[in-house]
Nanobody
Framework: QVQLVESGGGLVHAGVSLRLSCLAS????????LGWFRQAPGHEREVVARIIWSGGTYYADSVKERFTISGDTTKNTVTLQMNSLKPEDTAVYYC??????????????????WGQGTQVTVSS
């Protein structure tokens, strides 16, 4: 079992930054990758960024050059630094972990464990 707890969401104005953190506990050594997803009302859950512990990151086109994902295996944390936030970034953000290699790390269905989510609201 892997437990994930997100923190750092909030209500901000467009253009500012937020930093989300995901603290993993349990069998964290068994995870292959961690990802950040988001879900806005009326929309499907979509991948924002993901990091593979052995190396490699991915960003959705909508957040490239604005968001940065990083991981610290010593602290079992994954951070999502979000800069230049836009109203369209408003969503519940979820941290997720997958235990094994997959060719489809962009799909929410691939992931084995999820956090409870943290709300990010960006006003114009």
């Amino acid at each position: 079992q892997v437990q994930l707890v997100e923190s750092g969401g909030g209500l901000v104005h467009a253009g500012v930054s937020l930093r989300l953190s995901c603290l993993a506990s349990g069998r964290t050594f068994s995870t292959y990758a961690l990802g950040w997803f988001r879900q806005a009302p009326g929309h499907e859950r979509e991948v924002v960024a993901r990091i593979i512990w052995s190396g490699g990151t991915y960003y959705a086109d909508s957040v490239k050059e604005r968001f940065t994902i990083s991981g610290d295996t010593t602290k079992n944390t994954v951070t999502l630094q979000m800069n230049s936030l836009k109203p369209e970034d408003t969503a519940v953000y979820y941290c997720a972990a997958v235990l094994r290699f997959s060719f489809n790390l962009h799909a929410a269905s691939t992931y084995d464990y999820w956090g409870q989510g943290t709300q990010v609201t960006v006003s114009s």
